[in-house]
Every structure is written in structure tokens, then in C-alpha cells.
T-cell receptor, first 108, second 113 residues
Framework: QKEVEQNSGPLSVPEGAIASLNCTYS??????FFWYRQYSGKSPELIMS????GDKEDGRFTAQLNKASQYVSLLIRDSQPSDSATYLC????????FGDGTTLTVKP | GAGVSQSPSNKVTEKGKDVELRCDPI?????LYWYRQSLGQGLEFLIY????????KSGLPSDRFSAERTGGSVSTLTIQRTQQEDSAVYLC???????????FGDGTRLSIL
């Protein structure tokens, strides 16, 4: 079992819809979790960090952490074509481990 | 401020040659990571440096790969006797501490002919 698993993609949503990206992790000692966005041909860039149970909102992005169930999710509200990218979940106790990513396409 | 800097941005070399890839992390960041990413694939962890601790080399795919970090700052990833399967983008990232978010450089695109 991989330390960090992401829901298999690709994911396609219409413009204006909510995109939901999910991630589970196996190490119960994990304390910090991150969502990165990677556009084709570019490096990953951090979009959200979350350390505590519950929701964390930043603009159109909401990260959710449930340590009891060992999952992390990212919601993108009012999805835009510019949100089309691969989203990487990372987490761990110390050194972060990355999931394989979920490719999101937002169709105009 | 300056981000993570990687050089060269592109490297083309012949099979069997040795290559060195350089990473200059964000000043003050104690953790430094190397990853490899093949086209359309996820990040493959290679090696992790944290302060003065022994590096975590668990991701290095073979003994042809090695890395060092001098003075807790600049890091060099060396690939000896390159093979065509080594062709990929090599990404370096640094973080303030081990459990902090990572900041990535632009990568080195390595092509082995």
C-alpha cells in the first residue's frame, strides 16, 4: 500500500461546478498535509497546507482533513478552465510523501 | 525573494556519460529533496537531506545515482554512466523544516541519446 493514495482520475467537470479531489494516507503519525497544483510542463506549486482536523478555506479552495478516517480532500468551487491541471496530495510525519496525482479538466 | 534554483535547465548527453545536476535551495531552508518525473508520471522520490542528519537515500534507483549537499546549502545530484531510462525531469525542492511545505525549482530536463 502506498503511503499516500489519490482517487484515480482523470476528473472532468464543467465550468462553474465544484471539483472534489480526495486523498488517503496510511501513516497515522502524519501531521502535515499539502495540496500542490502542477500545470503541464511546469513544476508543482503549493496551493494549500492543512495541519488540523476540519476545513481550511482560501478563496475558491477548501481543504478538509479527517485524521480519524485518514483522508484529506480538496474542493474547488466555481471551477475555471485555468484550474485544469494535475493536483498532488502530499503528507507525512516529517518527510512528505506525494500521491500520484489526479488530473482535472474543467470544460468551458 | 529568490526561489529554488536548478541548473542546467536542459541537459542532453550521450549514453554512458556522467552528468551533474545542481540545486540551490531557498536560503535558510534545512530540508532539500530530489525527485524524478518521467513524462505523464508522478513524482519519484530520490533522496532527502535534513540539516546535518544522514540523508535518506531510499529512493535512489541504482548505485549510479548519488547526491551530496555541501555546507547545508547547495546540492549536486550525480548520475554516472547514464542510460536512456534516466531521461526525465529532475526536480529539486526545499522546505524550511521537515514538516513544512516544499518549494520546487523549475527542474532540469535530462535527455540521454
Amino acid at each position: 500500500q502506498k503511503e499516500v493514495e489519490q482517487n484515480s482520475g482523470p476528473l472532468s467537470v464543467p465550468e462553474g461546478a465544484i471539483a472534489s479531489l480526495n486523498c488517503t494516507y496510511s501513516d497515522r503519525g502524519s501531521q502535515s498535509f499539502f495540496w500542490y497544483r502542477q500545470y503541464s510542463g511546469k513544476s508543482p506549486e503549493l496551493i494549500m497546507s492543512i495541519y488540523s482536523n476540519g476545513d481550511k478555506e482560501d478563496g475558491r479552495f477548501t481543504a478538509q482533513l479527517n485524521k480519524a478516517s485518514q483522508y484529506v480532500s480538496l474542493l474547488i468551487r466555481d471551477s475555471q478552465p485555468s484550474d485544469s491541471a494535475t493536483y498532488l496530495c502530499a503528507g507525512g510525519a516529517g518527510k512528505s510523501t506525494f500521491g500520484d496525482g489526479t488530473t482535472l479538466t474543467v470544460k468551458p | 525573494g529568490a526561489g529554488v534554483s536548478q541548473s542546467p535547465s536542459n541537459k542532453v548527453t550521450e549514453k554512458g556519460k556522467d552528468v551533474e545536476l545542481r540545486c540551490d535551495p531557498i536560503s535558510g531552508h534545512t530540508a532539500l529533496y530530489w525527485y524524478r518525473q518521467s513524462l505523464g508520471q508522478g513524482l519519484e522520490f530520490l533522496i532527502y537531506f535534513q540539516g546535518n542528519s544522514a540523508p535518506d537515500k531510499s529512493g535512489l534507483p541504482s548505485d549510479r545515482f548519488s547526491a551530496e549537499r555541501t555546507g547545508g546549502s547547495v546540492s549536486t545530484l550525480t548520475i554516472q554512466r547514464t542510460q536512456q531510462e534516466d531521461s526525465a525531469v529532475y526536480l529539486c525542492a526545499s522546505s524550511l523544516q521537515r514538516d513544512q511545505p516544499q518549494h520546487f525549482g523549475d527542474g532540469t530536463r535530462l535527455s540521454i541519446l
